[in-house]
Protein backbone atom coordinates (compact mmCIF):
# COMPACT_ATOMS: atom_id res chain seq x y z
CA UNK A 1 0.00 0.00 0.00
CA UNK A 2 3.05 2.39 0.05
CA UNK A 3 3.40 2.11 -3.48
CA UNK A 4 0.72 3.74 -5.18
CA UNK A 5 1.37 1.70 -8.55
CA UNK A 6 -0.07 -1.09 -7.14
CA UNK A 7 -3.46 -2.48 -6.00
CA UNK A 8 -5.25 -0.02 -8.87
CA UNK A 9 -8.34 -1.17 -9.52
CA UNK A 10 -8.54 0.92 -12.91
CA UNK A 11 -12.04 0.65 -14.86
CA UNK A 12 -12.04 -2.33 -16.55
CA UNK A 13 -10.75 -4.02 -13.49
CA UNK A 14 -13.88 -2.44 -11.32
CA UNK A 15 -15.98 -4.07 -14.57
CA UNK A 16 -14.97 -7.16 -13.84
CA UNK A 17 -15.30 -6.99 -10.07
CA UNK A 18 -19.02 -5.73 -10.28
CA UNK A 19 -19.39 -9.27 -13.21
CA UNK A 20 -17.49 -11.56 -11.13
CA UNK A 21 -18.99 -10.90 -7.14
CA UNK A 22 -22.63 -9.19 -7.37
CA UNK A 23 -23.96 -7.12 -4.55
CA UNK A 24 -24.97 -9.88 -2.31
CA UNK A 25 -23.77 -12.94 -4.41
CA UNK A 26 -20.80 -13.61 -1.54
CA UNK A 27 -20.83 -15.54 1.82
CA UNK A 28 -19.66 -12.65 3.64
CA UNK A 29 -22.99 -10.06 3.19
CA UNK A 30 -25.65 -11.94 4.97
CA UNK A 31 -22.55 -12.34 7.71
CA UNK A 32 -22.20 -8.85 8.20
CA UNK A 33 -25.78 -8.12 7.68
CA UNK A 34 -26.64 -10.41 10.69
CA UNK A 35 -23.76 -9.20 13.08
CA UNK A 36 -24.25 -5.60 12.59
CA UNK A 37 -28.33 -5.81 12.74
CA UNK A 38 -27.87 -4.52 16.18
CA UNK A 39 -25.45 -1.18 15.78
CA UNK A 40 -27.66 1.77 16.11
CA UNK A 41 -24.86 4.32 14.65
CA UNK A 42 -23.07 5.15 11.37
CA UNK A 43 -20.75 2.32 9.83
CA UNK A 44 -17.59 3.24 8.05
CA UNK A 45 -16.33 0.95 5.41
CA UNK A 46 -12.84 1.58 3.96
CA UNK A 47 -12.05 0.27 0.73
CA UNK A 48 -15.05 0.64 0.24
CA UNK A 49 -15.25 -0.52 -3.45
CA UNK A 50 -18.27 -0.61 -6.35
CA UNK A 51 -20.57 -1.16 -2.94
CA UNK A 52 -20.75 -4.94 -2.52
CA UNK A 53 -21.24 -5.01 0.74
CA UNK A 54 -21.86 -1.15 1.77
CA UNK A 55 -24.92 -0.83 -0.67
CA UNK A 56 -26.88 -4.53 1.50
CA UNK A 57 -26.31 -2.56 4.14
CA UNK A 58 -27.39 0.47 3.23
CA UNK A 59 -30.28 -1.04 2.23
CA UNK A 60 -31.03 -2.56 5.15
CA UNK A 61 -30.81 0.82 7.27
CA UNK A 62 -27.35 2.02 8.36
CA UNK A 63 -25.76 4.75 8.20
CA UNK A 64 -22.77 4.70 5.77
CA UNK A 65 -19.77 6.11 4.91
CA UNK A 66 -17.45 4.92 2.90
CA UNK A 67 -14.05 5.58 0.94
CA UNK A 68 -11.86 3.96 -1.67
CA UNK A 69 -8.52 4.87 -3.54
CA UNK A 70 -9.57 4.04 -6.51
CA UNK A 71 -12.26 6.64 -8.73
CA UNK A 72 -13.38 3.77 -10.90
CA UNK A 73 -15.00 1.71 -8.05
CA UNK A 74 -16.26 4.81 -5.94
CA UNK A 75 -18.18 5.93 -8.77
CA UNK A 76 -19.69 2.35 -9.75
CA UNK A 77 -20.80 2.54 -5.60
CA UNK A 78 -22.50 5.75 -6.39
CA UNK A 79 -24.28 4.92 -9.35
CA UNK A 80 -25.53 2.07 -7.23
CA UNK A 81 -26.70 4.08 -4.54
CA UNK A 82 -28.24 7.02 -6.80
CA UNK A 83 -30.11 3.83 -8.94
CA UNK A 84 -31.63 2.68 -4.99
CA UNK A 85 -32.40 5.72 -3.66
CA UNK A 86 -29.75 5.26 -0.74
CA UNK A 87 -27.65 8.42 0.46
CA UNK A 88 -23.83 7.45 1.85
CA UNK A 89 -21.23 9.47 2.11
CA UNK A 90 -18.57 8.37 0.30
CA UNK A 91 -14.95 10.14 -0.62
CA UNK A 92 -11.88 9.25 -2.05
CA UNK A 93 -9.27 8.89 0.63
CA UNK A 94 -7.01 6.22 1.35
CA UNK A 95 -6.21 3.84 4.56
CA UNK A 96 -3.41 5.76 4.99
CA UNK A 97 -4.13 9.46 5.52
CA UNK A 98 -8.34 8.67 6.00
CA UNK A 99 -10.01 11.25 8.08
CA UNK A 100 -13.43 12.50 9.05
CA UNK A 101 -14.68 15.08 12.18
CA UNK A 102 -16.78 12.31 13.66
CA UNK A 103 -16.28 8.69 14.98
CA UNK A 104 -18.20 5.59 14.06
CA UNK A 105 -20.32 3.21 15.65
CA UNK A 106 -18.74 0.54 13.46
CA UNK A 107 -15.86 0.14 10.92
CA UNK A 108 -16.10 -3.02 8.68
CA UNK A 109 -13.31 -4.09 6.09
CA UNK A 110 -14.86 -7.54 4.22
CA UNK A 111 -13.58 -9.28 1.27
CA UNK A 112 -9.81 -9.03 2.83
CA UNK A 113 -9.54 -5.65 2.27
CA UNK A 114 -6.82 -5.01 4.94
CA UNK A 115 -4.67 -7.49 3.31
CA UNK A 116 -4.09 -4.69 0.30
CA UNK A 117 -1.63 -2.47 3.20
CA UNK A 118 1.45 -4.57 2.20
CA UNK A 119 3.71 -2.73 5.09
CA UNK A 120 3.00 -3.86 8.59
CA UNK A 121 4.13 -0.56 9.64
CA UNK A 122 2.04 0.98 8.04
CA UNK A 123 -0.75 -1.46 8.77
CA UNK A 124 -0.25 -1.04 12.48
CA UNK A 125 -0.93 2.97 11.60
CA UNK A 126 -4.00 2.38 10.41
CA UNK A 127 -5.29 0.19 12.97
CA UNK A 128 -4.59 3.20 14.98
CA UNK A 129 -6.19 5.44 12.92
CA UNK A 130 -8.89 3.10 13.01
CA UNK A 131 -9.38 2.88 16.76
CA UNK A 132 -9.39 7.07 16.34
CA UNK A 133 -12.58 7.01 14.55
CA UNK A 134 -14.34 4.42 16.72
CA UNK A 135 -16.62 5.73 19.44
CA UNK A 136 -15.83 4.27 22.83
CA UNK A 137 -16.98 0.80 22.71
CA UNK A 138 -17.47 1.40 18.66
CA UNK A 139 -16.77 -2.06 16.73
CA UNK A 140 -14.11 -3.32 14.19
CA UNK A 141 -14.60 -6.16 12.19
CA UNK A 142 -12.10 -7.30 9.62
CA UNK A 143 -11.85 -10.18 6.87
CA UNK A 144 -8.09 -10.99 6.77
CA UNK A 145 -6.37 -14.23 4.71
CA UNK A 146 -4.36 -16.58 6.88
CA UNK A 147 -0.82 -17.43 6.04
CA UNK A 148 -1.66 -19.93 4.09
CA UNK A 149 -2.78 -17.81 1.26
CA UNK A 150 1.59 -17.48 0.87
CA UNK A 151 1.92 -20.85 -0.50
CA UNK A 152 -0.97 -20.51 -3.30
CA UNK A 153 0.08 -20.75 -6.28
CA UNK A 154 -2.11 -17.25 -8.27
CA UNK A 155 -2.74 -18.62 -11.74
CA UNK A 156 -5.64 -17.29 -13.08
CA UNK A 157 -7.65 -16.95 -16.29
CA UNK A 158 -11.19 -15.98 -16.97
CA UNK A 159 -13.27 -14.18 -19.20
CA UNK A 160 -16.51 -12.52 -18.82
CA UNK A 161 -19.14 -11.14 -21.39
CA UNK A 162 -20.45 -7.51 -20.46
CA UNK A 163 -23.82 -5.99 -20.75
CA UNK A 164 -23.00 -4.17 -23.91
CA UNK A 165 -21.17 -7.71 -25.20
CA UNK A 166 -17.74 -6.71 -24.56
CA UNK A 167 -15.80 -9.78 -23.83
CA UNK A 168 -13.54 -8.79 -20.63
CA UNK A 169 -11.10 -11.29 -19.84
CA UNK A 170 -8.12 -11.38 -16.82
CA UNK A 171 -5.20 -13.03 -17.15
CA UNK A 172 -3.42 -13.17 -13.30
CA UNK A 173 0.32 -14.73 -12.45
CA UNK A 174 1.94 -14.32 -9.52
CA UNK A 175 5.26 -12.77 -10.11
CA UNK A 176 6.65 -13.54 -6.06
CA UNK A 177 6.35 -14.33 -2.42
CA UNK A 178 8.62 -12.61 0.51
CA UNK A 179 8.17 -14.78 3.21
CA UNK A 180 10.15 -12.67 5.44
CA UNK A 181 7.50 -9.90 5.07
CA UNK A 182 4.44 -11.94 4.43
CA UNK A 183 3.66 -11.16 0.85
CA UNK A 184 2.56 -12.36 -1.96
CA UNK A 185 2.58 -10.34 -5.68
CA UNK A 186 0.62 -10.61 -8.48
CA UNK A 187 0.11 -9.04 -11.86
CA UNK A 188 -3.21 -8.79 -13.38
CA UNK A 189 -4.04 -8.60 -16.80
CA UNK A 190 -7.05 -6.88 -18.02
CA UNK A 191 -8.52 -6.71 -21.65
CA UNK A 192 -11.81 -5.73 -23.48
CA UNK A 193 -12.09 -7.17 -26.81
CA UNK A 194 -15.16 -5.54 -29.09
CA UNK A 195 -16.07 -7.67 -32.44
CA UNK A 196 -13.03 -9.76 -31.90
CA UNK A 197 -10.60 -7.10 -31.66
CA UNK A 198 -8.73 -6.07 -28.54
CA UNK A 199 -9.26 -1.91 -27.73
CA UNK A 200 -8.01 -1.99 -23.94
CA UNK A 201 -5.54 -3.10 -22.10
CA UNK A 202 -4.50 -2.81 -18.30
CA UNK A 203 -1.77 -3.96 -16.37
CA UNK A 204 -2.49 -4.22 -12.32
CA UNK A 205 0.17 -5.32 -9.93
CA UNK A 206 -1.21 -6.65 -7.19
CA UNK A 207 0.54 -6.94 -3.40
CA UNK A 208 -0.96 -8.37 -0.32
CA UNK A 209 0.17 -9.14 2.86
CA UNK A 210 -0.94 -12.13 4.95
CA UNK A 211 -1.03 -12.23 9.02
CA UNK A 212 -0.73 -15.45 11.34
CA UNK A 213 -3.83 -15.10 14.10
CA UNK A 214 -1.96 -14.32 17.02
CA UNK A 215 -0.10 -11.62 15.33
CA UNK A 216 -3.01 -9.84 14.57
CA UNK A 217 -4.49 -10.07 17.42
CA UNK A 218 -1.41 -8.83 19.85
CA UNK A 219 -1.59 -6.12 16.76
CA UNK A 220 -5.15 -4.87 17.41
CA UNK A 221 -4.54 -4.99 21.50
CA UNK A 222 -1.41 -2.95 20.28
CA UNK A 223 -3.38 -0.73 18.77
CA UNK A 224 -6.19 -0.28 21.74
CA UNK A 225 -8.36 -2.38 20.98
CA UNK A 226 -9.48 -4.95 23.45
CA UNK A 227 -12.39 -8.28 23.40
CA UNK A 228 -10.40 -9.95 20.38
CA UNK A 229 -12.01 -12.66 18.98
CA UNK A 230 -11.04 -14.52 15.50
CA UNK A 231 -14.27 -16.05 13.57
CA UNK A 232 -13.53 -19.08 10.74
CA UNK A 233 -15.51 -19.59 7.87
CA UNK A 234 -17.72 -16.77 8.57
CA UNK A 235 -19.57 -19.27 11.22
CA UNK A 236 -20.15 -16.83 14.36
CA UNK A 237 -20.11 -21.06 15.95
CA UNK A 238 -16.40 -21.49 16.04
CA UNK A 239 -13.12 -19.95 15.68
CA UNK A 240 -10.60 -20.27 13.02
CA UNK A 241 -9.52 -23.82 11.28
CA UNK A 242 -6.77 -24.68 9.59
CA UNK A 243 -8.64 -25.22 5.86
CA UNK A 244 -10.36 -21.72 6.41
CA UNK A 245 -9.65 -19.45 3.18
CA UNK A 246 -11.36 -16.22 5.31
CA UNK A 247 -10.58 -15.39 9.12
CA UNK A 248 -12.75 -12.54 10.31
CA UNK A 249 -11.20 -10.32 13.21
CA UNK A 250 -13.86 -8.54 15.97
CA UNK A 251 -12.49 -5.82 18.31
CA UNK A 252 -14.03 -3.21 20.45
CA UNK A 253 -12.67 0.44 20.56
Not at 70 to 84: E, F, G, I, V, Y
Not at 156 to 184: H, I
Not at 187 to 211: G, K, N, S
Amino acid sequence: MSNQTTNLYGEIAAEIYDLDKPVGALADTAFYLDRLAGVAGPILEPACGSGRALVPLARAGHAMTGFDPSPQMLARCQARCDALGLVADLSPQRFEDFAYDRRFAAIVLPVSSFTLIDDAAVALDVLRRFHDHLEPGGLLMIDLQPLSALARPITDRRSWTAPNGDLLTLEGLGTGTDWLRQTFAARYRYERWRDHRLVETQIDPMVQRAWGVAEFELALRQSGFSDVRVIGGYDRSRGPRAGDRVLTFEAVA
